[in-house]
């Protein structure tokens, strides 16, 4: 079964505060799944992981600047079970290797979209690929980067 790869903060996923009554989650998560034209931009990733690294630079690349770069890894059936249907999109990142892996969450509603945040609060596994790495893997892969300087 392929895994699911969304781009978030990782900060923003972490934590229970106490305030929080039981079953509910903090607001601040979705922020990472803004969705364009009812649409949410994800990754396939492949079973072995083999694909992993060419995402990461697809991802990286697209950036202003280099930086670490956090993501949200869940199973695919997690949107099946939802009811919502995947796209491929190719990607428009400067790595064509990614490209291909780009996928679309279409036609969201409101609640599918709630319901995918609860599911992946859950379920997803959080990654982050420290920032020499992503440097060192998008030298490697050898895609021309110009990133800024952050603030």
Known sequence: MSLLLRMVRKSRWLGNPLWLAAGEMQADPLADLRTSSNSLSVWEVTDDRSNLEDIVVGIA????????????????????????????????????????WHRELVRLSARKLVDLAHLMMKKATLERVQENRVGMLVERSGVPVRWNEPD
């Open 61 to 100: 690349s697209s950036k202003d600047y280099l930086a670490n770069v956090d993501y949200a890894l869940f199973e695919e059936s997690i949107v099946g079970g939802l009811g919502i249907q995947i796209e491929l999109t190719p990607g428009t990142t400067p790595h064509a290797r990614a490209n291909p």
